[in-house]
């Protein structure tokens, strides 16, 4: 679908010059696709379409030129052969997850994951007989002990959600290979920009493009990419299913990812300025941020990340009073549960994210109650510096 036949080309460029075909009237930027369905020749033309014959659009549902130049774009910053493009991240991790599993299978996961990815593991899929056992993101040798005849993926986040923990990408894909199961990562925090877990040995990256690929907080979106052979499983589920990204969103997806590199180095740049100076503040009792030299895997985030990412982690003195207080205080940042936004976004997990889980499974996945997630934006540090400063004086 791309216009791009050269090879080599950084990512910065593949996601800025990749493009699907131009029409009769030449455009520059590809144009908004807003149609349900696409007409045919004649009868045999119709036919063979349908009967997979010819690779063409058929129903949005299934694909539209502006989704194709999306996944497009996301599949070459991977390094994936193909993908599919959904309506939400959850919908990319619920289909993934029900495109390749079926009851009586199991999953090895990282406790420390997304809460809606938690709550599909412990109150849904028990109802169709799929199992999970959980491991420690710091250790991964006890996930040999875990993996069992029917087990068929190992999941994780990385880094993760909300406390930024950095798992070892290369060792997760050799437990996958060694057991022959499937390794599927959530890459949303780095995006392909950041991080791409296929040259580590992933089967299949998930992402929420409603994150820092979007970047201006405007969008759901999420899509899935891996082998080609992996992709067609989960598209003839999704096709059926219809959870499908709109065009609109798509069209927009693509255009943000031409800023996707200039926005997250700022992002990047920002997040470190944060996590140092809160980790100076005495009213702050812990920090973590993949490339703060005093994070707990530091040299493995160097190791297999560009940049740090946007998420800084960190914990208020005074518990769950001292975190009122602090949110309370908050005058430019936002209080919201999305991230990866042009706008820095305060969020507290334990009661919004993550509140669905038990008080002794949030602290299983170290989300204390004074935890704060923040989300550096792209206001200038100073800023957003002053806002932290003058929140953590009421705390």
């Known amino acids: 679908m791309s216009r791009n036949k050269k090879n080599g080309l950084q990512p910065e460029t593949e996601a800025i010059r990749t493009q699907i075909p131009r029409s009769e009237f ?10 349900s369905s696409f007409v045919f020749d004649d009868a045999e033309d119709m036919r063979a379409s349908f009967a997979e014959e010819k690779e063409r659009n058929i129903y949005s549902r299934y694909s539209n030129p502006n989704t194709s130049e999306w996944i497009d774009k996301v599949c070459k910053m991977e390094g994936a052969e193909d993908g599919f493009a959904f309506a939400s991240g959850m919908a990319a991790v619920f289909s993934t997850f029900a495109a390749l599993l ?23 899929f028990p109802k169709w007989n799929i199992q999970h056992s959980y491991f420690q993101p710091d250790r991964l040798e006890d996930i040999p002990a875990l993996i069992g005849p029917n087990t068929k993926m190992l999941y994780a986040e990385t880094p993760t959600n909300p406390g930024v923990d950095v798992l070892d990408l290369e060792a997760l894909g050799k437990i996958a290979r060694d057991h022959g199961i499937l390794l599927v990562i959530d890459n949303c925090f780095a995006t392909p920009y950041l991080q791409q877990p296929i040259r580590f040995g992933a089967d299949l990256v998930i992402h929420s493009g409603t994150k820092l690929m979007d970047g201006q907080g405007r969008v759901l979106a999420g899509i899935t990419v891996g082998s ?22 798509a069209w927009l997806l693509s255009k943000s990812m031409e800023t996707l590199a200039v926005r997250v180095d700022r992002q990047c740049e920002n997040a470190l300025k944060v996590a140092e100076f809160l980790s100076a503040h005495p009213k702050v009792n812990w920090v973590k941020y993949p490339f703060l030299k005093s994070h707990p895997a530091h040299a493995l985030a160097v190791k297999q990340m560009k940049a740090g990412g946007c998420v800084v982690a960190f914990e208020v003195a005074g518990g769950v009073e001292g975190g009122r207080r602090f949110f309370d205080q908050i005058q430019l940042l936002s209080l919201s549960a999305n991230l ?24 299983a996945s170290g989300i204390t109650d004074g935890m704060v997630r923040i989300s550096v934006g792209l206001e200038h540090p100073a800023d957003i510096l002053a806002d932290l400063e003058q929140a953590l004086k009421a705390v």
């Open 340 to 363: 990866g936004d042009s706008r820095s976004i305060v969020t507290h997990p334990a009661s919004t994210t993550h509140s669905k889980l038990s008080p002794e499974q949030r602290q």
């Open 26 to 35: 030449q455009e520059h930027s590809a144009p908004l696709y807003l149609t």
């Open 228 to 249: 080609r052979e992996l992709i067609d499983r989960v598209y003839r589920f999704s096709r059926i299913t219809g959870p499908a990204l709109s065009p609109f969103n």
């Open 102 to 124: 079926e009851s009586g299978d199991h999953i090895v996961s990282s406790r420390s994951v997304f809460g809606s990815t938690h709550t599909l593991f412990t109150q849904f």
